[in-house]
Antibody, heavy 120, light 113 residues
Framework: QVQLQESGPGLVKPSETLSLTCTVSGGSISRYYWSWIRQPPGKGLEWIGY???????KYNPSLKSRVTMSVDTSKNQFSLKMNSVTAADTAVYYC??????????????WGQGTLVTVSS | DIVVTQSPDSLAVSLGERATINCKSSQSVLHSSNKKNYLAWYQQKPGQRPKLLIYWASTREFGVPDRFSGSGSGTDFTLTISSLQAEDVAVYYC?????????FGQGTNLEIK
């Protein structure tokens, strides 16, 4: 059973960089796409982007200038960095696996989510 | 961006009754090459992570009860719960994965009447 676990600081100061890591267990990070999705408190879901195990990325254009994703296959981890954060970036951040071509790459496994608050 | 709009925003249904949630995309998510609709449904129970229910608009994820069904094509889609159970109380989201950025509907809050 694939499991994902987000980790990183829960509090980030405005204008600084948010950094999160997702550790994948119960399966290999190879051969799949991996995504970050966020949810502001009490609101809906926003897709941030995805990364393939080879390092290929696609980002939401609305966040593209501030977002970088990376993958470390040796550690079975992938990461998110978002710079110049503001209070609007306060959200629960989820990492997720995108299924394969049989499902069209939908998010079939999710981490439990981690709340990141942007505040001084 | 494809805008995805759900209706209603909130819904209260009696136990054992049918619940219907609608999802409309601002442009078609039907791919001409494979005739598949790039539309998924997720369930998010209070305090929990989202859970994939349906993909390709109508294919149930493994382990999802058959009281959940999806239908529709092109721009108009429906999630139906045939006989509401107490454990179905949740917020339901549809998502298009036809084009980047993948976008979600605003969510429908389903409660027991």
């Amino acid at each position: 059973q694939v499991q994902l676990q987000e980790s990183g600081p829960g509090l980030v100061k405005p204008s600084e960089t948010l950094s999160l890591t997702c550790t994948v267990s119960g399966g290999s990070i190879s051969r799949y796409y991996w995504s970050w999705i966020r949810q502001p408190p009490g609101k809906g879901l926003e897709w941030i982007g995805y990364i393939y195990y080879s390092g290929t990325t696609k980002y939401n254009p609305s966040l593209k200038s501030r977002v970088t994703m990376s993958v470390d296959t040796s550690k079975n981890q992938f990461s998110l960095k978002m710079n110049s954060v503001t209070a609007a970036d306060t959200a629960v951040y989820y990492c997720a696996r995108l299924g394969d071509d049989s499902s069209g790459y939908v998010a079939d496994y999710w981490g439990q989510g981690t709340l990141v608050t942007v505040s001084s | 961006d494809i805008v995805v709009t759900q209706s209603p925003d909130s819904l209260a249904v009696s136990l054992g009754e049918r619940a219907t949630i609608n999802c409309k995309s601002s442009q078609s998510v039907l791919h001409s090459s494979n005739k598949k609709n790039y539309l998924a449904w997720y369930q998010q129970k209070p305090g929990q992570r989202p859970k994939l229910l349906i993909y390709w608009a109508s294919t149930r994820e493994f382990g999802v009860p058959d009281r959940f069904s999806g239908s529709g094509s092109g721009t108009d889609f429906t999630l139906t719960i045939s006989s509401l159970q107490a454990e179905d109380v949740a917020v339901y989201y549809c998502q298009q994965y036809y084009t980047i950025p993948y976008t979600f509907g605003q969510g429908t809050n389903l409660e027991i009447k």
